[in-house]
């Protein structure tokens, strides 16, 4: 503190120390506090909070930021200001990992029959699951040689329902993510499913994948890959928290991560913005508990 000379030089010349105090409007208390070197009660506050910050951030393999780690204090029980957390960790040297620019893969097949878009940029969550899915491919460098990996995401609620990871991208690897996706939710027919242009997505085999599952295939625009945003953005989040921070040596300790970030982290424990700060777990959940209530 600025004042603390001025006090002790007031006090060793014989003067209030209280009277000096009420100058700078603090209390006696906290002069003599400080002169001993006890810190403060919000001095100690900061300290419990950074260890529960520090524990946080280290859960999420360093990839949370101040937002999600704000909201996640909150949820265990500890009440604090988000400006507070952001200085907290700027002052600790924490910082999430920020998004890259996406980068398009999609090679389209000029003969395939064209779909429309049934999703036109909706993508925000609702409380209807398993109507609304999107996929997409993605390639990693592994020392083998490339891997790609294709997704299935519930729009819903953000959960992975679906993926595979193969050596190719050849029309059988979105067909075998999209049946784990029917094996592990088995949708009503009806459900869109949504992806970009790429020859995969618009083959014969997988428009008949599709129509003997009952499934109505949606597609975007060429060369517009906002319009299949959500999918895009699940590849640049798994890559920033998990595939760009260590070489990969093979495609099976590849495949073995991927499956724990997704089934150990990315749907079970994440927190989604667009969620409201809930996993897809946890929204999934709120979901089936509102669709109980009105069905009572």
Same mark, same amino acid.
């Given at each position: 503190?600025?004042?603390?000379?001025? &006090?002790?030089?007031?006090?060793?010349?014989?003067?209030?120390?209280?009277?000096?105090?009420?100058?700078?409007?603090?209390?006696?208390?906290?002069?003599?506090?400080?002169?001993?070197?006890?810190?403060?009660?919000?001095?100690?506050?900061?300290?419990?909070?950074?260890?529960? &910050?520090?524990?946080?951030?280290?859960?999420?393999?360093?990839?949370?930021?101040?937002?999600?780690?704000?909201?996640?204090?909150?949820?265990?029980?500890?009440?604090?200001?988000?400006?507070?957390?952001?200085?907290?960790?700027?002052?600790?040297?924490?910082?999430?990992?920020?998004?890259?620019?996406?980068?398009?893969?999609?090679?389209?097949?000029?003969?395939?029959?064209?779909?429309?878009?049934?999703?036109?940029?909706?993508?925000?969550?609702?409380?209807?699951?398993?109507?609304?899915?999107?996929?997409? &491919?993605?390639?990693?460098?592994?020392?083998?040689?490339?891997?790609?990996?294709?997704?299935?995401?519930?729009?819903?609620?953000?959960?992975?329902?679906?993926?595979?990871?193969?050596?190719?991208?050849?029309?059988?690897?979105?067909?075998?993510?999209?049946?784990r996706a029917f094996s592990s939710r088995r949708p009503a027919k009806g459900l869109i499913f949504?992806?970009?242009?790429?020859?995969?997505?618009?083959?014969?085999?997988?428009?008949?994948?599709?129509?003997?599952?009952?499934?109505?295939?949606?597609?975007?625009?060429?060369?517009?890959?906002?319009?299949?945003?959500?999918?895009?953005?699940?590849?640049?989040?798994?890559?920033?928290?998990?595939?760009?921070?260590?070489?990969?040596?093979?495609?099976?300790?590849?495949?073995?991560? &991927?499956?724990?970030?997704?089934?150990?982290?990315?749907?079970?424990?994440?927190?989604?913005?667009?969620?409201?700060?809930?996993?897809?777990?946890?929204?999934?959940?709120?979901?089936?508990?509102?669709?109980?209530?009105?069905?009572?």
């Amino acid at each position: 503190m600025k004042m603390d000379p001025f &006090i002790e030089a007031e006090e060793a010349a014989g003067h209030s120390v209280n009277h000096c105090c009420e100058l700078f409007e603090v209390s006696r208390a906290a002069y003599y506090q400080r002169r001993r070197g006890v810190p403060s009660a919000r001095e100690l506050g900061d300290a419990e909070l950074i260890e529960q &910050i520090t524990t946080i951030h280290s859960e999420s393999d360093g990839t949370y930021g101040s937002p999600r780690v704000h909201k996640e204090l909150v949820k265990r029980g500890t009440p604090c200001g988000r400006r507070r957390v952001r200085r907290l960790m700027r002052g600790a040297g924490l910082e999430g990992r920020c998004k890259k620019r996406f980068r398009t893969t999609t090679v389209a097949d000029p003969a395939a029959e064209t779909a429309k878009d049934l999703i036109q940029r909706h993508f925000g969550p609702c409380d209807e699951l398993d109507r609304r899915y999107v996929g997409d &491919i993605t390639y990693i460098s592994t020392w083998e040689g490339w891997a790609y990996l294709a997704t299935v995401i519930d729009l819903a609620s953000r959960r992975i329902v679906g993926w595979a990871l193969r050596e190719h991208m050849r029309t059988d690897l979105v067909e075998e993510a999209l049946k784990r996706a029917f094996s592990s939710r088995r949708p009503a027919k009806g459900l869109i499913f949504h992806s970009d242009r790429g020859c995969q997505y618009t083959s014969g085999d997988y428009a008949k994948l599709a129509r003997d599952n009952g499934v109505v295939l949606s597609v975007g625009r060429t060369g517009q890959c906002w319009d299949n945003a959500v999918a895009e953005s699940f590849f640049a989040t798994i890559k920033r928290e998990l595939i760009d921070t260590r070489a990969w040596p093979t495609r099976a300790g590849l495949r073995t991560a &991927i499956f724990g970030y997704i089934e150990g982290w990315y749907n079970t424990r994440r927190l989604h913005s667009s969620l409201g700060y809930c996993s897809p777990d946890e929204y999934e959940a709120l979901i089936n508990y509102n669709a109980g209530r009105q069905a009572a």
